[in-house]
T-cell receptor
């Protein structure tokens, strides 16, 4: 089946620094990737939709200048949290759509997540 | 609205059946999904149902959809300790965007 990886799995950074999270589709080409944020014991909140070769579409309330998304190739999307603050600490999960396969027309394959802790 | 609601917690004995419920508000939903999340991990798609279906069975999993009441359920037969996880329902409305439910934590005890 389709596999999505994320790197790093865990990261700790200091306030004010930036951190980059990578999301890769390993065995398929993903024209569309998604970035979610999950707070402890809560649901997933869609942050943005990342389209290869074009600008990301951000959900309402998500600061595009703070959460920079780049989807430079069909297998890689990156999320950079700029000038991180403790309130940015969260579990970030990416997903990707394989347009050629999938059980449902809009099925998304999820990465294992990245836990970000800002101190 | 976009609310997709689930009960927060379910505890069942190993070998019993588990039923996880989900209610949604948008009648234009096209596909409805059930995902499983184990601790510290991403989401695994378990099954899905198209909105013009009432039921779908896949091995130990049975999905029931009541479109009139906007109610979705996931039944896990012969629940095992490995089924302990958080289960999310999600809906799509003909676009890429998924709306996730609040998640139900299933605990299976011996």
């Amino acid at each position: 089946g389709a596999v999505v990886s994320q790197h790093p799995s865990r990261v700790i950074c200091k306030s004010g620094t930036s951190v980059k999270i990578e999301c890769r589709s390993l065995d398929f080409q993903a024209t569309t990737m998604f970035w979610y944020r999950q707070f402890p014991k809560q649901s997933l909140m869609l942050m943005a939709t990342s389209n290869e070769g074009s600008k990301a579409t951000y959900e309402q309330g998500v600061e595009k200048d703070k959460f920079l998304i780049n989807h430079a190739s069909l297998t890689l999307s990156t999320l950079t949290v700029t000038s991180a603050h403790p309130e940015d600490s969260s579990f970030y999960i990416c997903s990707a759509r394989d347009p050629l396969t999938g059980q449902g027309s809009y099925e998304q394959y999820f990465g294992p997540g990245t836990r970000l802790t800002v101190t | 609205g976009e609310d997709v609601e689930q009960s927060l917690f379910l505890s069942v004995r190993e070998g019993d059946s588990s039923v996880i419920n989900c209610t949604y508000t948008d009648s234009s939903s096209t596909y409805l999904y059930w995902y499983k999340q184990e601790p510290g991990a991403g989401l695994q798609l378990l099954t899905y149902i198209f909105s013009n279906m009432d039921m779908k069975q896949d091995q130990r999993l049975t999905v029931l959809l009541n479109k009139k009441d906007k109610h979705l359920s996931l039944r896990i037969a012969d629940t095992q300790t490995g089924d302990s996880a958080i289960y999310f329902c999600a809906e799509s409305r003909g676009t890429d965007k998924l709306i996730f439910g609040t998640g139900t934590r299933l605990q299976v005890f011996p």
